[in-house]
T-cell receptor, first 114, second 113 residues
Framework: AQSVTQPDIHITVSEGASLELRCNYS??????LFWYVQSPGQGLQLLLK??????LVQGIKGFEAEFKRSQSSFNLRKPSVHWSDAAEYFC????????????FGGGTRVLVKP | DTAVSQTPKYLVTQMGNDKSIKCEQN?????MYWYKQDSKKFLKIMFS???????INETVPNRFSPKSPDKAHLNLHINSLELGDSAVYFC????????????FGEGSWLTVV
């Protein structure tokens, strides 16, 4: 069975500071990995995804994530956060073997201080 | 045009009622999903349809019945609503043949009173 852990429930960062959100997954084969963002009262927007190939993937809004197989991690980073980055961030794992369903982590809420 | 659209966005209803949430995607995808997000923001899959066939049916009360009239639509009907059904319901779609990135709708906020 696949599972995802986001160890940090809340993170507070200052505007302009760097941000890293942690994600650890459990899955036997190579998974599909995703990061989604949910602003308050909004739906889920895809930030980036990893299927195969280059382990450093670039996404929208200046985000990037790195797949590290040895650590079963897929951490999300942004060099300089903007106030508009305040949101809930979800890491997810999927696979064809699991019928393409996504298993989500519990989410990390990011607060941005002025 | 919204890629995955669901209606209504907000729904407040009384216990015991029956309600439906509709979903349509204009991406040409072959697979559609319903996910539930509870009050703690936890997201979990409920159903998945591929080419109108049910392929994933997680442990969901049989009061919840999905219906897919065609590949572009997946509606969710809920009978005898209970307080615990209050949640945000997300429709989503993907194309299994091209990488399976899943795109979500804006969500339907259901409140049962």
């Amino acid at each position: 069975a696949q599972s995802v852990t986001q160890p940090d429930i809340h993170i507070t960062v200052s505007e302009g500071a760097s941000l890293e959100l942690r994600c650890n997954y459990s899955y036997g084969a190579t998974p599909y990995l995703f990061w989604y963002v949910q602003s308050p009262g909004q739906g889920l927007q895809l930030l980036l995804k990893y299927f195969s190939g280059d382990t450093l993937v670039q996404g929208i809004k200046g985000f990037e994530a790195e797949f590290k197989r040895s650590q079963s991690s897929f951490n999300l980073r942004k060099p300089s956060v903007h106030w508009s980055d305040a949101a809930e961030y979800f890491c997810a794992v999927g696979s064809k073997a699991a019928g393409n369903k996504l298993t989500f982590g519990g989410g990390t809420r990011v607060l941005v201080k002025p | 045009d919204t890629a995955v659209s669901q209606t209504p966005k907000y729904l407040v209803t009384q216990m015991g009622n029956d309600k439906s949430i509709k979903c349509e995607q204009n991406l040409g995808h072959d697979t559609m999903y319903w996910y539930k997000q509870d009050s703690k923001k936890f997201l979990k899959i409920m159903f998945s349809y591929n080419n109108k066939e049910l392929i994933i049916n997680e442990t969901v009360p049989n009061r919840f019945s999905p219906k897919s009239p065609d590949k572009a639509h997946l509606n969710l009907h809920i009978n005898s609503l209970e307080l615990g059904d209050s949640a945000v319901y997300f429709c989503a779609s993907s194309d299994q043949g091209s990488g399976n990135t899943i795109y979500f709708g804006e969500g339907s906020w259901l409140t049962v009173v």
